[in-house]
């Protein structure tokens, strides 16, 4: 249970824990407790319930895009905790949100540029 409850602590704490926190900690997790079912005999149906009961609770949460942000930005995880195919489109999706962003500065530059010119 170490695994579970590591991953509670961080989720649960009072200050310095931010959403992009989620996916990773979900995703360490996830990782652990398969890596070590093998290894035990009698709680092997206790992992399961928690492997099933999280993908249940958190299904579709590693495809919204606000959360991959919010981890992807993050220092401390980045890239790390995503499989290569994944960091793939983790890239693609913050260079579309970068790209879109300069966009968006470019034309409020303008805007303001042009309404200045107008005095």
């Known amino acids: ?5 590591v991953a509670l602590d961080m989720l649960q704490a009072d200050n310095k824990c931010y959403i992009g926190f989620l996916l990773p900690t979900l995703t360490s997790l996830e990782c652990k407790l398969r890596a070590l079912k093998p290894s035990v005999k009698l709680t092997g149906p206790l992992i399961d319930a928690i492997l099933s009961a999280l993908s249940t609770r ?3 949460y590693s495809d919204r895009s606000e959360l991959i942000m919010a981890s992807v930005t993050l220092p401390q995880f980045r890239l790390r905790w995503l499989n290569d195919a994944k960091k793939a489109a983790a890239r693609s999706l913050m260079y579309e949100y970068a790209t879109a962003v300069q966009q968006q500065t470019a034309t409020t530059s303008q805007r303001l540029w042009e309404c200045q010119s107008r005095r």
Do not use: I
């Open 58 to 60: 958190f299904a579709g």
């Open 1 to 5: 249970m170490q695994p579970l409850a």
